[in-house]
């Protein structure tokens, strides 16, 4: 009776061990490394200050903020499999897709910034860093990430002068073709 016990023990433990192996995102899946655009180290670490830093990063790109979209902690960045050699990528999967994102840390004692801004390139859905390339140039541990700021830039709308332009030229463009039938 004491075998059969221990037998069920071990299979609990084996569940909850199993259970709580997180599998790797494949390198295929996150698209690519995204692009580190800038990082400070902001007095006030609020979205306020946050979102004007970004904005004056960026310039003229108005982007969408909320602080809803705030992802607390690293628990939720995945390692990537199949990544190339020499990095250590981490993956972080957005619930939808987002053009720019902020990593903020804790104090790295390889810099004294503490925020950093990405450009999503790749699979939108997925935030992509180098731990061992983060920001400038240095590495930096998984568990020194505060928190992530994912932030969306609005679709380009193409100026009415330049639909114009281009409904203008296809015009021509088949006028040339019927001409050149004719002839």
């Not at 994912?150 to 002068?161: K, L, N, R, W």
Request: net charge negative; no cysteine.
């Amino acid at each position: 009776m004491s075998f059969s016990i221990v037998k069920r023990a071990f299979a609990v433990a084996m569940l909850a061990v199993s259970s709580s192996v997180v599998m790797a995102i494949p390198y295929t899946d996150v698209g690519s490394v995204d692009t580190f655009i800038a990082s400070a180290k902001l007095a006030n670490s609020g979205d306020g200050t946050v979102e004007s830093w970004v904005e004056s990063v960026l310039g003229d790109v108005d982007l969408t903020f909320s602080g809803d979209d705030k992802i607390d902690g690293y628990a939720s960045w995945q390692a990537v499999s199949g990544d190339p050699a020499g990095t250590d990528l981490w993956a972080l999967e957005f619930d939808e897709a987002y053009d720019y994102f902020i990593v903020k840390t804790g104090n790295l004692k390889v810099t004294d910034h503490t925020t950093f801004l990405y450009r999503n390139l790749g699979e939108m859905l997925y935030g992509v860093i180098d731990l061992k390339n983060f920001g400038a140039d240095f590495e930096i541990k998984l568990g020194k990430i505060s928190h992530t700021n994912p932030y969306s830039a609005p679709a380009s709308v193409p100026e009415p002068g330049s639909l114009g332009l281009l409904m203008a030229g296809a015009l021509g463009l088949v006028a040339a073709r019927r001409l050149a039938r004719k002839a």
